[in-house]
């Protein structure tokens, strides 16, 4: 098979200008609505006041202190969702025990959303971090496990055969061939719980707590300062995009044998 041609440095710019047009329509209409009179400038502020108040609120500390209190919240419960999430999806996998044990689970379990339960972890864990940490663990803990489990039940038992009949031990085997295998599609699973755990983190901030971006857009908001508040949720996107390009270069790094949907410009 051919090996994939990598794109021209004449063609970054027309890559880049495609992946930049849909964010310049929507700039331009938000603009063009702001200014319009058809809806209130105070609901929708003008970009150059987004901007304004994103720089002031950066310059002042408020916003990245708000913002790492966000970010090390939803990482902790996202690394800790990876990390029991591929540990019990490979046990599922592997062991007929623990997928009747644990598949009912997740039948019943995965359609109900996980912010029901926030009441009662903040009468165990109280308004802090554990709870929110709870529940975005909870949350992400889902597609990891998942994915975890149908890529490795994926993997062709031809592989598995071919390795034990060169003399691969089961650990070999397990590392040499069925995690490499089952790669891409844990990786998958990864980057779906990636996001949810920032959207429940602002979520659970806004419900109740005196930090985070969360807690920075409702108290914006409720104060009537709108381009503050924008400037929070533009902080989440960009901590949302950083988060997911930052992890599509690990993928790509430790995947380099299939890159297929997960190029970076």
């Known amino acids: ?40 400038a105070r ?10 108040a994103f720089v002031e609120e950066l310059q002042s500390g408020l916003l990245m202190f708000h913002a790492w209190a966000s970010l090390l919240r939803a990482l902790t419960g996202f690394l800790l969702a990876v990390f029991f999430g591929v540990l ?12 009747a044990l644990f598949e009912p689970v997740f039948s019943f379990g995965y359609p109900v959303p996980k912010i029901a339960l ?28 998942l994915n975890t489990c ?30 490499p295998a089952a790669a891409p599609t844990i990786f998958s699973g990864i980057r779906v719980a990636l996001p949810l755990s920032m959207v429940v983190v602002v979520i659970t901030e806004m419900i109740g707590d005196s930090r985070g971006l969360g807690y920075f857009i409702s108290y914006a908001t409720a104060s009537f300062k709108y381009a503050q508040a924008y400037a929070g949720v533009l902080t989440i ?9 930052s ?3 690990l993928r790509n790094r430790l995947i380099f044998w299939e890159r297929a949907g997960a190029s970076i410009l």
Do not use: H
């Open 1 to 40: 098979m051919a090996e994939r041609a990598l794109p021209s440095a004449a063609s970054l710019p027309r890559r880049l200008l495609q992946s930049l047009l849909p964010w310049l329509c929507v700039a331009v209409l938000w603009e063009l609505l702001s200014r319009s009179g058809l809806v209130s």
């Open 43 to 52: 609901l929708m502020p003008s970009l150059v006041l987004i901007a304004q």
């Open 88 to 99: 019990l999806g490979v046990l599922m996998a592997r062991n007929r025990w623990f997928d």
């Open 118 to 145: 926030y009441p009662l972890l903040v009468f165990v864990l109280g308004f802090g971090s554990p709870s929110k940490i709870a529940l975005i663990f909870m949350e992400c803990l889902f597609p990891v496990a």
């Open 150 to 179: 149908f890529g490795i039940r994926a993997v062709e038992r031809k592989y598995r055969w071919s390795a034990t009949n060169m003399g691969a031990t089961a650990w070999q085997s397990f590392f040499k061939v069925l995690v």
């Open 237 to 245: 996107a960009l901590i949302g995009f950083a988060l997911d390009r």
């Open 247 to 249: 992890l599509v270069w």
